[in-house]
């Protein structure tokens, strides 16, 4: 079995980070004539979270699918995370609230493992809410995804991290 990233949709999140990680970092250095890393950072997950929350409404069933079979009420769930992110985003990008966003956002991106898990054991493609997905070999690029996620939330929002 083979896994090709780029045939796969799975690295979106990832491109939009860094995408808008460069962009905010070239407005912040124009019009503060400084760079802050730690704001430039803050806004690349705020714009990749909203991202991914579009997701939830729009991919809902198979993103319920990708949930283990002991939640109830999935659909609700999977609208909530989305609120959530969305939250989260926003309270990334107010400065009173940045440490506590970047908590909720470790735990979330903790929280969710288990359904990348349960995703890749499947092979749930969210997308199609079908079972013809990546399968077990999609955790190859998920598992240290979410590691990178998590170590880019530290040190943009709850460390005083300086470049």
């Known amino acids: 079995m083979t896994f090709d990233l780029s045939k796969k949709k799975i690295m979106k ?3 939009v980070l860094l ?3 460069v962009i905010a970092s070239v407005v912040i250095v124009y019009t503060k004539k400084s760079y802050d890393f730690s704001l430039s950072a803050r806004i690349a997950m705020a714009v990749m979270l909203s991202f991914t ?3 939830h409404f729009i991919f809902t069933k198979g993103m ?3 949930l283990p079979g002991i939640f109830p009420l999935k659909t609700f769930i999977i609208h909530l995370s989305g609120i959530l992110e969305l939250v989260i985003a926003i309270g990334l990008l107010v400065p009173r609230f940045k440490t506590i966003s970047g908590w909720a956002l470790i735990i979330l991106l903790i929280l969710i493992l288990p359904a990348n898990i349960n995703a890749a054991i499947h092979q749930i493609n969210y997308q199609k809410g079908s079972f013809d997905g990546p399968g077990l070999s999609y955790l190859w690029f998920r598992i240290p995804l979410q590691v990178f996620f998590i170590i880019w939330t530290f040190l943009s ?6 470049v």
């Open 13 to 15: 999140p990832l491109i």
């Open 64 to 66: 319920a699918l990708m």
């Open 157 to 162: 929002s709850i460390t005083s991290f300086k």
């Open 19 to 21: 995408i808008s990680f």
């Open 53 to 55: 929350a579009i997701g």
